[in-house]
């Protein structure tokens, strides 16, 4: 008994004894700060409230859904559109932090029911925002990849550190009831528009959009979950799980950081070897053509086999072989089969090297203002006819479109009129022809031997819609009302067809379409 007493003191005693060896130093730091962190840091933290707030906010409820499908609805717009901001609105309604916060905090509490919670509003949360957006996406004219699109769609180990980076922000900030900086969180962490993508590659059967757009929501979330639940631990946050499975819990973790660091790091090795191909071939041709030449600019096809560059050299002196000795040297340089295709344009000197190369890179820039251009119609005109954006003809070079629009409900034949003047009032130099359907034409009033004031809008509608349709018009009135309307149509080379009518109202006349075979006949 008394040598088990003994034992005991000495092991006390040996607890209590400072650190001695070449380390003393340091282990009596980590002690301290340790020390310091549990009363100063861990003290004033309100662990109930912290986890109040995180749970109020973790469930799955019908303003949850709706939020959710609200922010999946503008973020698919916004990535259509190319918009950044209204991307940005996406993410700031997004409420899937929520449930991702909580699912973190009750991983590291060992709350078992909170993370089926949390995570049932995570999982319902994911398949309402990917299938709203796809819903938006089948519905809509404009299924093209966009800037803002593809941007989600190569996710790489820098995207694991901005998650990174904000989660531990997020965490912080919830810890310390500092919740303001959770707006900042969310626009950094962007959960909502990858899987607003994932939406789109689903909707347009796009798979390579799809995989890489998921992998990158998937990496936010795992990200802002376990980081949430490092910072609770670290925190103090009281748990119920034992020793061990604490252990493996952190084991877990680091597992899953790893899984997901080693595909991300390969696609950024990917990308950083592919802007050394671009630098090393820019280089090069550079220093092949020497400084009185300018290289105006290189273009690379990394989906060709071989890679594919593209280049355009302004220089005063044409070189024989160029491409070839550049794509010999190059691909030794990079230990890969590469094809240079260089196109030389021959300038007097360096000075009109630089002119030519300005000239182009203007030239380019309107070039690409047009496509800009040129694309908005096409989609503008399919919207507002409701056709695919296949379906609008464009004449660049007349700077004409044209567009056979499909019977919408509830439409006449003003709405379609008012819709080809809005699209033309935004495309300045274009023309813009917009086909409706034979739809029913109005009423003309005729008054003192001309037609009314009141029909003169009437009368234009009537005008612009034989004109796009190119049918003739019958009419139907008096003698001397028809006479009257006639002379106003064929004076816009309208063909008319005369239908006398014995009880027709004095001073109105009815018009409608008549079939070609019609035209000659007088009904």
Not at 376 to 401: C, E, K, M, P
Not at 444 to 460: C, H, M, Q, R, Y
Not at 461 to 468: F, P
Request: charged share 15%.
């Amino acid at each position: 008994m008394k040598n088990a007493q003994a034992e005991a003191a000495s092991s006390k005693q040996s607890k209590s004894k400072p650190p001695s060896g070449p380390f003393a130093p340091v282990t009596g730091s980590i002690r301290l700060f340790r020390r310091w962190w549990q009363i100063v840091v861990r003290a004033d933290v309100d662990q109930q409230a912290v986890i109040e707030k995180v749970r109020e906010d973790s469930g799955f409820t019908p303003h949850f859904a709706f939020m959710t499908s609200m922010s999946a609805g503008i973020a698919i717009l916004g990535l259509l559109l190319s918009s950044p901001a209204v991307v940005i609105g996406a993410m700031l309604l997004s409420p899937l932090m929520g449930p991702i916060m909580g699912a973190g905090f009750a991983l590291a509490v060992g709350d078992s029911a909170w993370l089926r919670e949390s995570g049932k509003a995570i999982l319902l949360g994911t398949i309402i925002s990917i299938l709203f957006a796809g819903l938006v996406v089948t519905m809509s004219p404009l299924q093209m990849v966009t800037a803002e699109i593809a941007a989600r769609t190569r996710p790489n180990l820098f995207d694991l550190a901005v998650a990174l980076f904000s989660a531990l922000a997020g965490a912080y900030a919830m810890i310390r009831g500092r919740m303001g900086t959770i707006v900042g969180v969310a626009i950094a962490t962007a959960l909502m528009p990858p899987l607003a993508v994932v939406g789109f590659g689903l909707a347009t059967l796009n798979w390579a959009v799809f995989g890489g757009s998921l992998l990158l929501f998937f990496t936010n979330l795992m990200t802002i979950a376990l980081t949430a639940t490092g910072m609770a631990r670290l925190y103090g946050f009281r748990s119920y799980l034992s020793e061990r499975q604490s252990q493996v819990q952190v084991a877990m973790m680091a597992v899953i950081f790893i899984a997901l660091a080693i595909p991300l790091g390969l696609s950024l090795r990917q990308i950083a070897w592919e802007a050394n191909v671009s630098r090393t071939a820019n280089g090069y041709i550079k220093d092949q053509f020497g400084g009185n030449a300018s290289v105006s600019k290189i273009e690379t096809d990394f989906d060709a086999d071989p890679i594919v560059i593209n280049a355009t050299v302004f220089t005063p002196q044409i070189l024989a072989g160029a491409s070839e000795q550049s794509t010999r040297v190059i691909s030794r340089t990079l230990g890969r089969a590469i094809a240079v295709k260089i196109t030389q344009f021959k300038v007097e000197s360096g000075a009109e090297a630089q002119a030519a190369e300005l000239a182009a890179a203007s030239a380019q820039a309107q070039a690409q203002k047009a496509e800009i251009q040129e694309n908005r119609l096409r989609q503008d005109l399919a919207l507002i006819a409701g056709v695919s954006i296949d379906d609008v003809t464009l004449d660049t070079s007349r700077q004409r479109a044209m567009v056979i629009a499909k019977p919408l409900p509830g439409a006449t034949l003003a709405s379609y009129f008012a819709l080809e003047q809005r699209v033309a009032a935004g495309a300045s130099n274009w023309t813009i022809r917009l086909q409706p359907p034979a739809a029913a034409l109005p009423e003309l009033s005729v008054s003192d031997g001309a037609v009314a004031s009141s029909s003169t809008g009437d009368l234009k509608l009537i005008i612009w819609a034989a004109n796009r349709l190119g049918l003739p018009l019958g009419i139907a009135g008096r003698e001397i009302d028809r006479a009257v309307v006639t002379k106003a149509l064929e004076d816009k080379n309208i063909p008319v067809t005369q239908q006398s009518s014995g009880n027709a109202a004095s001073g109105v006349v009815s018009v409608r379409w008549q079939a070609p075979l019609e035209s000659g006949t007088d009904q």
